[in-house]
């Protein structure tokens, strides 16, 4: 019985160093079971307070002082960090600006008024390091846009590019709601296509890098081209459905650097069957601006809030001015008769016939109050040829209609489209096009409807919500003539 | 008295017209008023029996009787037809399949069975003609998939395409729910890029077309191509988010005809950081799956069912059976012996090392009960630089995943990433790339953390769930070598 209670007690090394692991593995498992991984946002709602929590983020601030040290770490869940405090011994020095760590404690009432909830931490693990000499963004400085821009690797890792990037994804998925709640459906149009939509040139060629590419012959046997529009795609699809929508990417080959002009941008364009007036599409228009807006200032409080505190201060009062009003809508022959009876000095001609510039669109827009202004029925000539004829004269206009906003001039464009099979093919005709766009024609020999749509950049919309200046600043990736960084 | 009586009586004829007008005019205004328009699926939902409507769409059939007229109509809103009853004299030569028409009328009961909701005509306007001799499409003739595929313009107006078109459209909103109901953002990346993602060919190239291009200098000043992946710049996003995601259109230059491969192609793509294991993305891919499968079976029941029922018959099976069972996890070494017990013959080696074919993955599938199926840990040196080194040996592999189905293949691909600096910077020194991802080791030189992530071919997502055989017939224009049709 003694050599029992021996053998029980005086196990062996061996045996004390397997009870040991399991010891540990069991603790570990505890532990991890009651350690709940949460992100920032979820961990600063408040609805977790006094439970033992993982936080995994990156360091924004460090504050150590003599008995406690405190770091701020974000997530990207939200523009706000949530702060921890931990007994100074677990300082670290790898614990920089910018540093990756994963906390675990509990979540606890802050005495700070600045945020209700702070994270006691009982263990703080480096997951990687950041060198803070090296790292391009220094702790509580405030990087100018211009600067972040040079490093597109790295400016989501900054409050005011996380802010946007945040909205913009807001924003996608308000306008996806909206068109879907309305009875739109979605279309992939495609990126690669044989049309030419404007008829213009600025276009992108695409043909295979090196081998892929047999002899002179294009890959698609017919020159292929980045898309300008999904718009005569939509037509197709008008003629099936009633309401088609599409939300993607479109290409311009412009050699410009301009604060509104991006060689690869995204547009929101829809297409309307069975319309009877420019009002069935400014009404749509008006609406989408509307809904995505106010769910993005909803949602995106804080986020919105940086832009319109520290990047453009005063511009959420042109936002709320913008909502309470509804669009005003003039003429484009009205639209002329304020721009001559004005007194500014404009460079580009204010002549009926005369394309409406940036200059134009700004002080039609200041005129009206400051708020988005539908200007319709241009001169016919202007407008591509699927634009309704609208057969007046001496004036002779077609339905097409813009869509102008503060800061930005052009938001939106679109038009009733030429449902007229005779009137469609004589345009066609004149300007040579008949055969190119057979298919076209197609639809209208094909049980024709009234129809029209519009298609809205969705850069200018986030600059125009958000008093951005430069489109560069409103896009994950910008690419414009000489720059196209990864 | 008399006079006043005879001139109110005697009114001028110009006046009687006048009146006549006013009252025309207030007639037409106050039945627009009391025809609500309504589209077709809200129509046949019964809400709005015994209303005066109006609806629009086109004709999908006409059969004339001796009293009456009946007609079929649809407006794209669902795969459901409205029929129409109208007194024979609204009879009309221009009521054709195909033709567009107007219909105002009375909502009423059905006597039939097949639908409980008719509208009992009062007029009837054509509002676009529709020649049946020059149509493509006959009526009452099902037209097979590679005969419409062959009217691109044309081909959403059939039941078929139609349906799918629908069904597209919700599986896409499924997919966006999924991500957004889980905290992740949505990032736009890009389609020109000067990155070159899996190191591989078959890339197109992006030049302006024509006068944008100056001299032989690259618009971009470097060269410029559509992307294969965004994985790369949702690794970038990673580092400030925990959760990004992308859906949108990437690009293959090869040059093949199969019915698995496009030149133009969505895809799925997230990166999640923050992971322990491949878990981690697996749990992330079978929910995807599974929630937009679920979704889209209920939401457009009617128009999966068209598939299920006339394009694959019995394919309803396979899908239920897949939603039924959780999906296998099967390591590449596995993989690999259980194709080595089989007594099939395969065209390809099957030796560790070797590439998984289309016809292993089918055989993997089948084996293990036509349902997906998980591969992981596939040898490191078949794996891509970003690719995590599972560190074993003799055999030496990577953590990476793919994801096989029925009918299909792989469907899905994604690897925990390469986190550790200097592993990745030997990986990189070794096939000389270090420079040019010079940028992509910031992200490991600050703040690197644990990450990884998938791309989901979505048209082979469609091809999967409906039993549709060719690729080309779920996407709304399809490109591939020497096609690149409107």
Known sequence: MFQTAAKTFFVSAATASAYRRVFLVGLRRYCKKTSTKLRVSEA????QLGADVKVQGWVRSVRPQKNNIFLHVNDGSSLQSLQIVADAKLNDPLLTFGSAVEVTGTLKNSPHQKQPVELEAEQIRVVGECNPVNFPFKIKKRHSLEYIRQLPHLRCRTNAFSSLLRIRSEATAAIHSYFKNNGFVQIHTPIITSNDCEGAGELFQVEPSGPAMVGDENFFSVPAFLTVSGQLHLEVMSGAFSRVYTFGPTFRAENSQSRRHLAEFFMVEAEISFTESLEDLTKVIE???????????????????LFHRHVTPGHRDTVEAMLNKSFPVISYTEAIDILHRSSEKFTFPTDWGCDLMTEHEKYLVKHCGNVPVFVTDYPYDLKPFYARDNQDHPKHTAAAVDLLVPGVGE?????LREE?????????KRVGLEDTY???????????VPHGGFGLGFERYLQCVLGVDNIKDVIPFPRFSHSCLL
Do not use: H, I, K, P
């Open 44 to 47: 600063l709602s408040g609805a």
């Open 420 to 428: 007229r099979l005779n009137l469609l093919m004589d345009r066609l």
């Open 438 to 448: 057979n298919w076209y024609l197609d639809l209208r020999r094909f049980g024709s």
């Open 287 to 305: 609406d989408v601006f509307r809904s995505a807006t106010e769910r993005v200032l909803a949602r995106c409080a804080e986020d919105v809030d």
């Open 411 to 415: 938001l939106c464009g679109g038009s």
